[in-house]
């Protein structure tokens, strides 16, 4: 199949390395040739890394990064059987983006990897019923799940076409009508902005809070390094969507607000709950020692 992802950026290189490797042909697009070459040389660079660590053969590598072309052009995505939007969380640019991918394919998927309102995304096409979200988790290439979300107008075809995709590229499905959050996000959120608030009002440090919930409740990463990872300043955007939505259970906290205007954003400044150095977590941000 021939697959079309807008935005070359961390979900967009890694949608497009998954579906190569699985066989699909791959148009990677970005606005800047320089986004585009970043993009492929950040999946050239994974593809190395799973070989050096047995999980990827030389030749598997090889063909995945011949079955990706990186362009500009929006006119090169002609023909894309599913087109797979992710340009960063911008409504009015997720509109205008899937809009013009319709226009240039030709009864194409249209697919979201939004974490917002994929009805009011699917209401910029001329074809609502065509739209359908795809709701990847980061790193793409190691995280199982897929969220279908399903639109207030999407096809059942849409749907089956979507999930028999998701499938074939070794990843498993489930399908969520298209509500604040979805599944994922609405979980995950509720959990990290209560442990935010367990900080805030010095019921225990960052860390041990992370490690009750690792031992606890054998979660890989506890809910503030998870924060610190996704970014402070996403966590907070997504807070401030949701209780919009859903009323004041989402309110986020204070000290959330002011390491955001700090410029304490996580793992991608150096700091947020914890130090970051190298990518590696050292102490937790209070000068106290990380244990």
Do not use: C
Request: proline fraction near 3%.
């Amino acid at each position: 199949m021939k697959v079309a992802v807008l935005g070359a950026g961390t979900m967009g290189g890694g949608i497009a390395q998954v579906s190569a490797m699985t066989g699909h042909e791959v148009t990677l697009r970005d606005i800047e040739d320089a986004y585009v070459d970043r993009g492929i040389e950040t999946i050239a660079d994974t593809l190395e890394e799973g070989v050096e660590r047995g999980k990827v053969t030389p030749e598997n590598r090889e063909g995945a990064l011949e079955r990706i072309a990186g362009t500009t052009d929006l006119d090169a995505i002609e023909g894309s059987e599913l087109v797979i939007e992710a340009v960063p969380e911008e409504m009015a640019l997720k509109k205008e983006t899937v809009a013009a991918a319709e226009r240039v394919t030709d009864g194409a998927v249209i697919a979201s990897n939004t974490s917002s309102s994929l009805t009011e995304i699917a209401g910029a096409l001329d074809d609502p019923s065509r739209a359908i979200g795809l709701h990847f988790f980061n790193p793409v290439h190691l995280m199982d799940l897929v969220e279908v979300v399903v639109a207030e107008r999407t096809a059942e075809a849409t749907v089956e076409f979507a999930a028999e995709f998701i499938e074939g590229i070794g990843k498993e499905t489930v399908v969520i009508n298209d509500t604040p959050g979805f599944a994922t996000s609405r979980l995950g959120v509720a959990i990290g902005v209560e442990a935010i608030r367990m900080v805030e009002q010095g019921v225990a440090s960052p860390r041990a809070i992370d490690r009750a919930m690792e031992l606890g409740y054998n979660h890989p990463m506890g809910p503030l390094e998870l924060t610190d990872l996704v970014g402070l300043d996403v966590r907070l955007d997504i807070l401030e969507g949701l209780r919009e939505e859903l009323g004041e259970r989402f309110r986020p906290p204070q000290l959330l607000k002011r390491k955001v205007r700090a410029g304490k954003l996580g793992k991608k400044t150096g700091e947020g709950f914890y130090y970051w150095e190298d990518g590696e977590r050292t102490d937790i941000s209070d000068g106290k020692t990380d244990k």
